[in-house]
Every structure is written in structure tokens, then in C-alpha cells.
């Protein structure tokens, strides 16, 4: 069976462990944990990913540079990628779709919307 | 005279009868002979109707017989698919009730799912909350599970002064300006603090002189000493959800305890000098209690 490595961006501790708690309901699915935009694109360099999770606002480095930033990595530029926002601020969803992102999760999240959208990226049934 | 009569025409010889007699004889013996021929030719006829009509009649007995046959074999089939409908109707109704036990495992599981969902935001939660000990860190968890797991767009974390005269707010999400102190003199806010006990509106309702929305109070024991005023939720929240509910609940008891255990380690010089208040207990000596006590202790509760 496929194994597949995902990487959760959020600076939240509380938001990290929920998504973290969502994927670990996801079989074949290893996490790793970055707390800010930085950080991830550090992990993106180490190694290889099927799948990132980023959150928009971050400090250091928001979700949207490193959407932008993803795209531009060879390794990475096909890897789907699920920005988590709040409903309200649709015009950062809308910026963050077209630089490439391949999905998004409101907040607050819910594990069932994390998992159904995880599987159906990692087109795992 | 008859006989005689007869005796002579049987006697005499036709060449010595009468011309006259020998004509009547003819044509008595003509118009017997065809009398006989149309007698003959009628029986005929009435031989060739009555085979026909047999044959007509053993015709429409085959028919019969056939028919019958048939309606056997018809009665037959019709028992087959009275038999098959009522195993049809068996399959439909086993069917419905799979479809309907399936839909009750669906609902169930649906409901498990997001009991498991309330249940891992408790415990993170939970877990957030307890696991720092820099008063900065509680605040942040606390504004944290207000904003990202209840969904909370405007509200303020208030300190209660001693007295209950006035709230500091400590921490503020959507307010574009600095919070001044709040003075407890009325309102939802003050009667929270004074009380202990929370109020909550529905999300679609709007209190009247720009109350907020939800108020709980942090309680330790009976002593208010905090509180949190939601006064918006994000666009999408159309109602609470019974986590939301669980979480002001956990924020109610376990925020006033986490706030003010990190306050007392910041205060402290080191975390063992925090657990120092242990050494002035005394420690009573006791024996391990055996089963057999436990279970009498038990007997003498129930008598």
C-alpha cells in the first residue's frame, strides 16, 4: 500500500494538533510539523512531499508566499496543496487559488472536511 | 279376393300378365328401387354427417383435453409467480429494512464522527491549555480556541479586579482600538462576574445596547476571576454547535486554573520552589487497605 508524507504549516499549536489529529485517521499518511512558512520551506527542501496543508496567516512567512513558493520549486510545483482560511476573508482564498493552491479548509476546521479533502488529493478511496 | 289376386300375379308369368299390371309392376318396383336409392343415398348422407360431427366432436374433445392441459399447466404457473411475487415482496421488504438499518449505521456513524471531532478539540484544547505554564502562552490558548475552534471574530479576555469593581482586558481580537478598563457597574459583563454564571445568546440574535453576545465567566470555586466577552462570530456561524458549548465550559473551570497557576510559577523562582507549599503538609501514615475491609465497608454502606 502507498504511503504518502504530509506537511502541516500553522503557527497555531492548537490548530496544528487538530489537523495532525485529523491526519493521523488517514492511513499510510506521515506528518510533519512546521510553525511558520520558513520552517516549511525548510522541510520542502529535506525531502519529498505528496501533500501540504499551510495555513494563510503566519508570521514570518504567510501561507500565500509560500503557495507562491511551492509553485516555483521543481519538486514541488505538482504537489497539491490545501490553504486553510476563514470564511471572511475570501479575497485571500481567491489569491491563494491562483497562485496554485489546489484546495481550501474554513475554520473553524472540522477533521471529517480535513480527512474528506486529504483523501480525495491523495486520490485515496 | 286379395289372395287370389296375389296368387294369380305370383302365378301367372310376366309375358302372360296384362300390360297395364306389368307396367304398375315396374313402376312399383322402380319407384321401390328408388325409393331404396334415396333411402341408401340418405342413410349415406347421414353416415358421412354423423362421422363428421364425430369427428368434429372428437376434435373439440382433443381441443378439451388440451385446454385442460393447458390450464393445468397455466394453474401451475400461476402458483410459480404467486410464489415468486411473495419471495419478491420478502426481498423488498429485507431490502427496505437493510436500506433502513444501513441509513440508522450511516446517521450513527455520522454522529460518532462528530462526537470523535468535539471530543479531539476538547482534548486539544484541554491539552493546550494546561501544558504551559507562561501566563502569555494561557492567554494565547485561550484567544486561540475562541478564534480558531468556536469561530469567535470580536471578543475581549477580561481580568477581574479584586473587588469586582473593574475589568482589564488583557487580550483582544477585532477591535481596531485599545480596550479601556471596564467598569462592572451593569450589564451582562458585571452580573457574569458577580455571579459566576454565564450567558450566552444565539448567534442570531442581537442584544440590545451593544452586549455582547456570550460572557463566561473563569471561575475558581465561587471567585470570578476572569471573563470573556464574544461580541461577533465569523460570517458562516449561524448557531452554536454543542462543542462550542463544552469549550466555554472547559474555559469556565480550567482558563481561571491555568491562568492562575502560570501566574504563580512566573512568580516564582523555580519550579521547585513552587511544589515547596507540599513539604508543609503533613503526611498522615496509612496501611494498604485489604480487599476484605473494602468489601465489608461496602456490606455495612449498603445495610
Known amino acids: ?125 | 279376393m286379395d289372395e287370389d289376386n296375389g296368387d294369380r300375379r305370383s302365378r301367372a308369368p310376366a309375358s302372360d300378365a296384362p300390360v297395364d299390371l306389368r307396367h304398375e309392376r315396374e313402376d312399383v318396383l322402380r319407384t321401390f328401387l328408388r325409393k331404396g336409392i334415396e333411402l341408401t343415398e340418405d342413410l349415406i348422407s347421414d353416415n358421412a354427417a354423423l362421422k363428421r360431427r364425430v369427428e368434429g366432436l372428437e376434435q373439440e374433445n382433443a381441443t378439451l383435453r388440451r385446454q385442460v392441459a393447458h390450464d393445468d399447466a397455466m394453474r401451475e404457473l400461476l402458483s410459480k409467480i404467486q410464489q415468486l411475487e411473495a419471495e419478491r415482496l420478502s426481498i423488498l421488504s429485507r431490502s427496505a429494512e437493510l436500506e433502513d438499518t444501513t441509513r440508522q449505521h450511516e446517521g450513527r456513524h455520522e454522529q460518532i464522527e462528530a462526537e470523535l471531532n468535539d471530543l479531539a478539540s476538547l482534548y486539544v484544547a484541554s491539552q493546550q491549555l494546561s501544558g504551559t505554564l507562561k501566563p502569555a502562552r494561557v492567554v494565547q490558548h485561550i484567544c486561540e480556541m475562541l478564534e480558531q475552534l468556536v469561530g469567535a471574530r470580536r471578543f475581549v479576555l477580561y481580568l477581574v479586579e479584586t473587588g469586582v469593581t473593574h475589568a482589564l482586558p488583557v487580550a483582544h481580537i477585532g477591535f481596531d482600538e485599545n480596550l479601556p478598563r471596564l467598569a462592572l457597574e451593569g450589564g451582562a459583563i458585571a452580573d457574569a462576574c458577580l455571579t459566576g454564571v454565564d450567558r450566552i445568546h444565539e448567534p442570531d440574535e442581537v442584544p440590545e445596547g451593544g452586549e455582547p453576545l456570550a460572557v463566561i465567566p473563569l471561575v475558581m470555586g465561587d471567585v470570578c476571576v476572569a471573563v470573556i466577552a464574544v461580541y461577533e462570530l465569523l460570517e458562516h456561524k449561524t448557531e452554536w454547535a454543542t462543542v462550542d458549548r463544552e469549550l466555554f465550559h472547559l474555559l469556565r473551570r480550567h482558563g481561571a486554573i491555568a491562568l492562575i497557576g502560570a501566574t504563580l510559577y512566573h512568580d516564582a523562582p523555580d519550579a521547585r520552589s513552587v511544589l515547596q507549599a507540599l513539604a508543609s503538609i503533613p503526611v498522615q501514615p496509612k496501611q494498604p487497605r485489604r480487599a476484605s475491609e473494602g468489601s465489608e465497608v461496602q456490606k455495612g454502606d449498603s445495610s
Open chain 1, 1 to 125: 500500500m502507498a504511503e504518502y508524507s504530509c506537511l502541516v504549516v500553522e503557527d497555531s499549536p492548537m490548530m496544528r494538533q487538530l489537523i495532525v489529529f485529523a491526519l493521523s485517521r488517514v492511513k499510510n499518511v506521515h506528518v510533519t510539523e512546521a510553525d511558520d512558512g520558513i520552517t516549511g520551506l525548510k522541510e520542502l527542501a529535506a525531502a519529498r512531499f505528496d501533500l501540504i496543508i499551510t495555513d494563510i496567516n503566519m508570521p514570518v512567512m504567510d501561507g500565500l508566499k509560500l503557495v507562491k513558493r511551492v509553485r516555483m520549486d521543481d519538486r514541488h510545483k505538482d504537489v497539491p496543496v490545501i490553504i486553510i482560511t476563514t470564511e471572511g476573508s475570501k479575497e485571500d482564498r481567491e489569491r491563494a487559488m491562483a497562485l496554485g493552491a489546489s484546495a481550501y479548509i474554513t475554520k473553524p476546521i472540522q477533521a471529517p472536511q480535513v480527512i474528506a479533502r486529504v483523501k480525495e488529493l491523495l486520490k485515496i478511496s
